[in-house]
């Protein structure tokens, strides 16, 4: 329909199950634009920019697991980014 767009980026390959575990990130220091031309002149007319950061949960100390038998478990740090 005409009042209708449909905008697709990809700018990271490989997202599939069969890409991981070890994914590729965001760019902490990149910016990521999409740039639309809403009258055909070869000028952006609106701009998209998105910043992305990495983080861990639980005040960037990962998530926390118990590990180990009942009674002598012991708490290890999993760098999962959110």
């Known amino acids: 329909k ?11 390959p490989l997202q599939d199950a069969y890409g991981g575990p070890n994914y590729f990130a965001m760019d902490p220091d990149a910016t990521y634009s999409i740039h ?29 697991l118990a590990v180990g038998p009942e009674g002598n478990q012991r708490t290890v740090s999993v760098p999962l980014k959110n």
């Open 2 to 12: 005409e009042e209708y767009v449909t905008l697709i980026a990809n700018y990271i």
């Open 36 to 64: 639309i031309d809403n009258d055909g002149d070869a000028v952006e007319d609106i701009t998209f920019a998105f910043d992305f950061q990495s983080m861990l949960p639980n005040d960037n100390q990962g998530v926390q």
